[in-house]
C-alpha cells in the first residue's frame, strides 16, 4: 500500500502547450464529425442525433461547468431543455456508445506500454431519487455524503488518459428495496454487486473487445480482493495493486509485517504529480516474492511492492 510522504513544496514554472495550428484544428473538426457520424446510428430521433456534435463540442470545450445550461448556451440554444432530454428520455443505446468508444481506442489509440486504472469517484446529490444515491464515502469531498458511486475503468497511454467503461454501484440500501429499485426501473440482476466485481467486469469487457495493456492498476479497494487478483493471475496480466496493510502475504504475513521488514536501501521517493493541496510523494520499494506456488513464468522477475 504506498505511503504518501510529505516534501518540501518548490515553485515550479508550467509550460504552455503550444498553440495549435490551423491544420490541426481542421484535422480534430474533421475527426469529431467522423465520430459523430459514426454515433448517429445509435439514435433513433433526428433531433438527438443532430444535438450529438453540439454536445460533445460542449465537452471538448474549454468552459469549465459542462451542465446543461453551459451545453446549451455553447450551442447557441436559449434553454438546456434539449441538452437534458438527450439524456434523459432520448432513445439511445448507451451501451452501443461504449462499444463504439472502445473499438475507437483500439484502432487509434492502441499503445503497447499502456495502463489499464480501475477507480472509482462519487457524485455528491441533494436528494433520494437518483439510482444508487445514499450516504457512503464520496472521494470527491473525502467523507461521507449522500452521493452516488462509479467504478470506471480508464486506458492511459503517454498521451494522455481516456475513459473506457463505467458501471454504477448500488449499495445495500438499494439492493435491500426492491420498491425503490422498481420505482426507478433497476433490475435486480444489477443490485448487490460488490465495487470489486463490478471492476473485474469493466476489465473482462475490455479484454474481449480487444484492449491490451502492459499494466493494470487500481487501489485498495479492488486491490484487496481475490478474485479480482486472481482473475490477473490467470490471464498473465501484469498488475500493481494496492492492498489494505492487514492483507494477508503468503500462508500467515500480513503486508504490514513483510513490508517493516524490508531494508531501508531498498526504498525510493516518488512523485505521483501535483495533488490538490500539494506534491504528492510515496515511497516505493521493489523486492522478489518468489513463492513455489506462484504461477509459471511470474517468479522470473521481482515483484512490486509499495507502501
Given amino acids: 500500500m504506498p505511503q504518501q510522504t510529505k516534501q518540501p513544496s518548490k515553485q515550479t514554472s508550467k509550460r504552455l502547450a503550444p498553440f495549435p495550428s490551423e491544420a490541426d484544428v481542421h484535422t480534430w473538426a474533421a475527426e469529431l464529425d467522423a465520430v459523430t457520424a459514426k454515433l448517429a446510428s445509435r439514435f433513433e430521433r433526428a433531433e438527438p442525433r443532430q444535438r450529438v456534435l453540439a454536445y460533445l463540442t460542449g465537452l471538448l470545450s474549454t468552459t469549465e461547468r459542462k451542465n446543461g445550461w453551459q451545453l446549451a448556451e455553447l450551442a447557441g440554444e436559449a434553454t438546456p431543455d434539449g441538452m437534458r432530454r438527450r439524456l434523459s428520455t432520448a432513445h439511445w443505446d448507451a451501451d452501443a456508445v461504449r462499444d463504439d468508444l472502445v473499438a ?80 426507478a426501473g433497476v433490475p435486480a440482476e444489477a443490485s448487490g454487486i460488490p465495487k470489486p466485481a463490478l471492476g473485474k467486469e469493466l476489465l473482462e469487457r475490455a479484454y474481449a473487445a480487444g484492449v491490451r495493456a502492459a499494466w493494470v492498476t487500481a487501489d485498495s479497494v479492488y486491490g484487496g480482493a481475490y478474485q479480482l487478483r486472481h482473475s490477473l493471475e490467470e490471464r498473465a496480466q501484469p498488475f500493481v495493486l494496492a492492498v489494505p496493510s492487514t492483507q494477508r502475504v503468503g500462508l500467515s504475513a500480513k503486508a504490514a509485517q513483510v513490508v517493516a521488514a524490508w531494508p531501508a536501501a531498498a526504498w525510493q521517493r516518488r512523485s505521483a504529480g501535483e495533488g490538490s493541496q500539494s506534491p504528492r510523494w510515496y515511497d516505493w520499494a521493489w523486492m522478489p516474492m518468489a513463492w513455489p506456488w506462484l504461477l509459471r513464468g511470474w517468479r522470473t522477475g521481482s515483484s512490486p511492492a509499495a507502501a
Avoid: M
Avoid at 117 to 130: I, Q
Avoid at 140 to 148: D, K, P, R
Fill in 104 to 183: 475507437y481506442v483500439v484502432e487509434h489509440l492502441a499503445d503497447a506500454d499502456a495502463v489499464l486504472v480501475l477507480d472509482e469517484t462519487g457524485f455528491v446529490k441533494k436528494g433520494t431519487k437518483s439510482v444508487g444515491v445514499a450516504p457512503q464515502y464520496c472521494g470527491t469531498v473525502g467523507t461521507i455524503a449522500n452521493c452516488q458511486i462509479g467504478v470506471f475503468l480508464a486506458y492511459a497511454t503517454s498521451h494522455g488518459p481516456v475513459l473506457l467503461d463505467r458501471e454504477l454501484y448500488l449499495p445495500r440500501e438499494w439492493a435491500d428495496d426492491p420498491a425503490r429499485r422498481a420505482e
